[in-house]
């Protein structure tokens, strides 16, 4: 049975931040994941974690300046010595929080560039050689173009194949199937074809990116999928509830009651 991850970036908004923990918990997540921890110390994070009961699935490394629309600078020509500080500030907070891996986020570049695409194999090949020596992974997400014009990352094959390039056992795949079905489609196919390099999964509804089974995908054969594929890690619900996280909560419930995974 999949291992769900509420994602409190965007669940349980009605609460604080830190407040969010013990809604998720209540709802019967025993996994979050969420975009940033940076605003609030790392011990106030994993002691919410522990408070309740939570694994921390994922979080992403810090991507540079978001507030000004930066959405990750690996990518990034010049900008390597901000990707070393910032990775090493995201390692602290997972010794705080027990994470077991990171997203590294490419940024806003022409994936055509060749100054960009040096710029990202150098960044990916060096974050992921540093995490792995606090024993993490390092996963790497496609973003379609929609809901982020202009990413680097905006392929999935182009992802498997500088994974298979670099050959860090590592370094892995995020596979967002929302991402998936709007930038390919033949969503199983392409769980079963990078199921081996596969080291996180998130979902929510497409076009409208809701929970789960309000959309256009069949999203509980696809649950279904990925235990028939020995797929054991966490599925990161990073959907927008349509009306409210716990009146939306219906489609979790045969899933309520699944375990735990690292």
Avoid at 17 to 25: H, I, S
Avoid at 180 to 198: S, Y
Wanted: net charge negative; aromatic share 10%; charged share 20%.
């Amino acid at each position: 049975m999949p291992r769900f991850a509420a994602n409190l970036t965007l669940m349980f908004t009605e609460h604080a931040f830190l407040d969010r923990f013990a809604a998720a918990a209540d709802a019967g997540f025993r996994a979050v994941e969420f975009l940033f921890p940076y605003a609030h110390p790392p011990e106030a994070i994993g002691e919410r974690l522990r408070r309740n009961g939570l694994t921390q699935a994922l979080f992403n490394l810090p991507p540079g300046d978001w507030a000004a629309g930066e959405r990750g600078i690996a990518a990034l020509p010049g900008r390597f010595a901000d990707l070393q500080a910032g990775v090493e500030t995201g390692l602290l907070y997972a010794e705080a929080t027990g994470v077991a891996r990171l997203h590294l986020m490419a940024g806003l570049a022409d994936h055509d560039d060749p100054e960009a695409q040096a710029a990202y194999r150098r960044s990916v090949a060096w974050a992921a050689e540093r995490v792995g020596r606090a024993g993490l992974n390092l996963v790497l997400e496609p973003i379609n173009a929609r809901n982020m014009p202009g990413y680097f990352l905006d392929d999935f094959g182009a992802a498997a194949a500088l994974i298979a390039a670099l050959n860090l056992p590592n370094l892995k795949l995020q596979f967002d199937l929302y991402h998936c079905q709007i930038m390919h489609g033949d969503v199983t196919m392409r769980l079963r074809q990078l199921m081996p390099i596969i080291g996180h999964v998130q979902t929510a509804s497409v076009p409208e990116r809701h929970e789960p089974g309000t959309g256009e995908m069949n999203d509980a054969f696809l649950f279904a999928e990925l235990d028939r594929l020995g797929y054991d890690g966490f599925v990161g619900c990073e959907y927008n509830p349509r009306a409210g996280t716990t009146e939306g909560l219906g489609w979790f419930t045969p899933y309520r009651d699944g375990g735990t995974a690292q």
